[in-house]
């Protein structure tokens, strides 16, 4: 298995620019959470979705956010316009049906940077 | 915010010596794990403890967990320089992990 899939490894940006990072989830699993890790806020969730849809939202910083899962296999979180505050690394993580999120995985995360 | 504190926020031990990293929660739980994440990298399971156990064993891993207290402690006996990472506590009712305690283990 190859795990969960993030795309760009690295991302580095201008202030202004919109970001979109990738994932994709382990086979099989149905449900799909983003976090942000800063050294000042720690890993915070951002979104959970369970079989596509989303669940809990209440960690998207604001507008300027957004995320989708168009079907069980990507997922989507998008960022317009970035500022310099959303540096971090975003993570993604699945978990398999039938064990209430008992393990999550993670993917190696996006580094990003918005200068 | 941190759902979950953990102490200390960083630790420096000697190869060979035993880590105690303990953990705070604030909201109920249904289990409570713990993630270990190596510089650079994604979180990683190690274990599960559920709310009516008290004590789990994994290996080098023991886990205890208090939930009159909402605590739990992580225990890594006989460490190894290839311990060191930062270690997370994770409430599954609340999906939030805790600060993290930075583990430095020297040869």
């Known amino acids: 298995d190859a795990g969960v899939i993030q795309s760009p490894r690295h991302e580095v940006t201008e202030m202004g620019q919109e970001v979109t990072l990738r994932c994709k989830p382990i086979?099989?699993?149905?449900?799909l959470f983003w976090y942000r890790q800063t050294m000042m806020r720690g890993l915070e969730l951002l979104i959970y979705f369970n079989n596509n849809v989303p669940i809990d939202d209440s960690g998207m910083p604001e507008d300027r956010f957004s995320a989708k899962m168009p079907n069980a296999s990507f997922s989507t979180l998008k960022i317009q316009p970035s500022e310099p505050r959303d540096s971090a690394v975003y993570f993604c993580?699945?978990?398999?049906?039938?064990?209430?999120?008992?393990?999550?995985?993670f993917g190696s995360g996006t580094q990003l940077s918005v200068l | 915010s941190q759902q979950g504190e953990e102490d200390p926020q960083a630790l420096s031990i000697q190869e060979g010596e035993n880590a105690t990293m303990n953990c705070s929660y604030k909201t109920s739980i249904n289990n409570l794990q713990w993630y270990r994440q190596n510089s650079g990298r994604g979180l990683v399971h190690l274990i599960l403890i559920r709310s009516n156990e008290r004590e789990k064993h994994s290996g080098r891993l023991r886990v205890t967990l208090d939930t009159s207290k909402k605590s739990s402690s992580l225990l890594i006996t006989a460490s190894r320089a290839a311990d060191t990472a930062s270690y997370f506590c994770?409430?599954?009712?609340?999906?939030?992990f805790g600060a993290g305690t930075r583990l430095t283990v020297k040869p």
């Open positions: 994770y409430n599954n009712n609340d999906m939030r």
């Open positions: 993580a699945s978990s398999p049906p039938g064990q209430n999120n008992e393990k999550l995985f």
């Open positions: 086979s099989g699993h149905n449900s």
